[in-house]
């Protein structure tokens, strides 16, 4: 099963910026949509962002015009750009690979924590 490994969390002031980073395991890495979640302390996972094979990306309202998705095929490796950081995005960050109607696929990752704070 593909694994993943989140990277480039920590403690931010609103209005900053991170990017994350997510090495998977699998080769066949290019062929599918990678995904960006966040869970927040007490909520349930959420869908951030996704960008497919063909380089489609697709945003959360929430995130829209802040977040930036894109993918390095060559090396196994999606990234996660966060600019205007808000208290509100404070979650751990999770990626994942999406089959055909939008599941995940993975084993999920420790996942990286983003914190927004003052």
């Known amino acids: 099963q593909v694994r993943f490994v989140e990277s480039g969390g920590g403690l931010v002031q609103p209005g900053g910026s991170l990017r994350l980073s997510c090495a998977a395991s699998?080769?066949?890495?290019?062929?599918?949509?990678v995904g960006w979640y966040r869970q927040a302390a007490g909520k349930q996972r959420e869908l951030v962002t996704s960008?497919?094979?063909?380089?489609?990306?697709n945003y959360a309202d929430s995130v829209k015009g802040r977040f930036t998705i894109s993918r390095d095929n060559a090396n196994n490796t999606a990234y996660l750009q966060m600019n205007s950081l808000k208290p509100d995005d404070t979650a751990v960050y999770y990626c994942?690979?999406?089959?055909?109607?939008?599941?995940?696929?993975?084993?999920w990752g420790q996942g990286t924590l983003v914190t927004v704070s003052s």
């Open positions: 699998a080769s066949f890495f290019r062929i599918y949509t």
């Open positions: 994942n690979l999406l089959n055909a109607i939008g599941r995940p696929v993975g084993v």
């Open positions: 960008i497919t094979s063909a380089l489609s990306t």
